[in-house]
């Protein structure tokens, strides 16, 4: 009787570990900070690339969403055609809060741009490349392959860890 409670154990146990393990390897979305710290504001003179020169060393996907965070000014998610000719009479999506947070729900090409007067003219414009699921994450070490993996790292450690905490009961 001892040995079927053991094993019976044990096999609840394993079974909770491996649904555990399941939920720590899928790592659903991340939130970008646009800017970093220093947030969505008129680029200086020199540096008008600023924001796509941002974008393009991340690895956006389907769920991950960015935050715009700035002062007295607005972000707008506009066509393709909008963001060349910096026209802001038409937007897709519009936000004047302070802390925006726009999800990134499709693959492709997304454009913003402020809505203040000469701020996109400015460089106050950004365009965000979100990867189709047909797409891998290159190299390049981008912010967002960086730290799934470091989540997925933590999240493996955390299970050897359990395991070898919990071998000795098991067998």
Not at 14 to 26: E, G, P, R, V, Y
Not at 54 to 72: C, L, N, P, T
Not at 97 to 104: A, D, P, W, Y
Request: hydrophobic share 35%.
């Amino acid at each position: 009787m001892a040995s079927y409670s053991t094993s019976s154990t044990a096999l609840m146990v394993l079974s909770l570990i491996t649904i555990a393990s399941l939920q720590l390897f899928h790592v659903s979305s991340f939130e970008f900070q646009v800017g970093d710290t220093t947030g969505w504001i008129v680029p200086p003179a020199n540096d008008s690339k600023i924001y796509n020169d941002w974008a393009s060393e991340k690895r956006f996907q389907v769920g991950d969403s960015v935050r715009f965070r700035y002062g007295k000014d607005s972000v707008m998610e506009v066509s393709e055609s909008e963001y060349k000719k910096c026209n802001s009479t038409h937007p897709n999506f519009f936000s004047n809060t302070g802390n925006t947070v726009f999800k990134l729900d499709r693959s492709g090409l997304f454009y913003f741009i402020s809505g203040a007067s000469g701020h996109c003219q400015r460089g106050q414009r950004m365009i965000v490349k979100v990867m189709s699921s047909e797409e891998s994450p290159s190299g390049g070490g981008g912010t967002s392959s960086g730290s799934r993996a470091a989540v997925l790292s933590y999240g493996v450690f955390k299970l050897v860890s359990l395991m070898s905490y919990l071998a000795p009961y098991l067998f």
